[in-house]
Structure formats: C-alpha cells, structure tokens
C-alpha cells in the first residue's frame, strides 16, 4: 500500500490501491484519512481492484494519516486494526512559488514533489 498525493489547481487527490499479504487485491476495504490537527475525517472504500480515492478541496498543508481498515477478505480478529501510513499535502503556494500553474515549469513542479 503507497498512497499517491495529485495536485489540480485547488484540488488534492489521494489515490491509491491495497493488496493483501499474498497480492491478491483487498476489496471492500474501508480507508480513512484523518487530518490530525483538526480530527477532519473522510472516507473511501477500495474497489473490487483495492483501489481508492479520496478528493479534497483547498486542504490544509500538513501531515495525514491513511488509515485501512480490513475488508471482507481480512481475517475478523485483526480487524479494525488495520494498517496505517502518514502522507504530505504540501502547501499550493509553494508548490507553485506564486508563479500561476500554468507558467509552472514541469520539471520543477516534479522536483518539488519528490523533496
């Protein structure tokens, strides 16, 4: 499991896909991000693939927790364990150095994700 962080304008998309210890795909999954400096919460359910989404408008810059909550595929007594990973939402100012996105040079939009 790797959420991936996509920015669009104001828009931030968290995406991703859980696969189970062996590779198969965890469908039915219940993932969880939670900002936790406020407690705001938003939830996906990962498709038959394992694959989420999640879309946020205007966040906040900071750190998230992706929480994964078993799936139907997932043996009860670890549930609602889980597993968890900690992403970045960076801040749309600096990701364009107030320079409009579409004046953005794609090489340093890119090196500016991969710091």
């Given at each position: 499991m790797t959420a991936?962080?996509?920015y669009?304008?104001?828009?931030?998309k968290i995406t991703g896909?859980?696969?189970?210890s062996d590779g198969s795909p965890n469908?039915?999954?219940?993932?969880?991000l939670v900002y936790p400096e406020t407690k705001q919460t938003w939830r996906a359910v990962t498709d038959?693939?394992?694959y989420f989404e999640i879309s946020l408008t205007d966040p906040k810059a900071?750190?998230?927790?992706?929480?994964?909550?078993?799936?139907g595929n997932v043996n009860r007594r670890f549930?609602?364990?889980?597993d968890w990973e900690i992403i970045e939402i960076k801040d749309f100012a600096k990701l364009y150095d107030n320079t409009p996105p579409d004046e953005t040079k794609a090489g340093?939009?890119?090196?500016?994700?991969n710091e």
């Open positions: 991936n962080v996509l669009r304008d104001n828009l931030v896909t859980k696969l189970e469908a039915g999954c219940l993932v969880t038959k693939k394992g900071g750190y998230y927790e992706v929480r994964y909550h078993g799936s549930q609602p364990q889980g340093d939009l890119a090196n500016f994700l």
